[in-house]
């Protein structure tokens, strides 16, 4: 997988690659690994990629924590609602400060989903 010229958004969203990992995730993953989503795969470096690794890891753990995300219509077993959501640093907030340098979240489409970014943050 790190030899595909895809960049490295689809990549994390094929689930023949990586299995589970949905958009919301992605897109917090790569921003806390701080890496750009229209990078190609191949060209990210070892320790991008052990970033990566240990901040999917994190992200996945902390919505596990927070009861997953409720942005549309999640509910739990037990019917409520996950928090994790209030703790996204990019996705869904679109014009929105980055919480680390202020500079306006961005919004474009990367493997045919919407990708929330930060243009400084992320490279």
């Given at each position: 997988?790190?030899?595909?010229?895809?960049k490295?958004k689809?990549?994390?969203?094929?689930q023949?690659?990586?299995?589970?990992l949905g958009?919301i995730?992605?897109?917090?993953?790569l921003?806390r690994a701080?890496?750009h989503?229209?990078r190609i795969a191949?060209d990210l470096?070892?320790d991008?990629?052990?970033?990566l690794?240990?901040e999917?890891?994190?992200?996945l753990q902390?919505?596990v924590?927070?009861?997953?995300?409720?942005?549309?219509?999640?509910?739990?077993?037990?019917?409520?609602?996950?928090?994790?959501?209030?703790?996204l640093?990019v996705?869904g907030?679109?014009?929105e400060?980055c919480?680390h340098c202020?500079?306006?979240?961005?919004k474009?489409?990367?493997?045919?989903r919407?990708?929330?970014?930060?243009?400084?943050c992320?490279?």
């Amino acid at each position: 997988s790190k030899r595909t010229s895809r960049k490295i958004k689809a990549m994390l969203l094929d689930q023949t690659i990586v299995v589970g990992l949905g958009n919301i995730y992605v897109d917090e993953a790569l921003y806390r690994a701080r890496i750009h989503p229209e990078r190609i795969a191949k060209d990210l470096q070892a320790d991008e990629y052990r970033r990566l690794h240990r901040e999917i890891i994190d992200t996945l753990q902390d919505a596990v924590d927070q009861g997953g995300s409720s942005i549309k219509s999640y509910v739990n077993g037990q019917g409520e609602m996950g928090m994790f959501q209030q703790q996204l640093n990019v996705y869904g907030r679109k014009s929105e400060p980055c919480h680390h340098c202020g500079t306006e979240i961005h919004k474009i489409v990367v493997g045919g989903r919407g990708t929330h970014f930060c243009p400084n943050c992320q490279k």
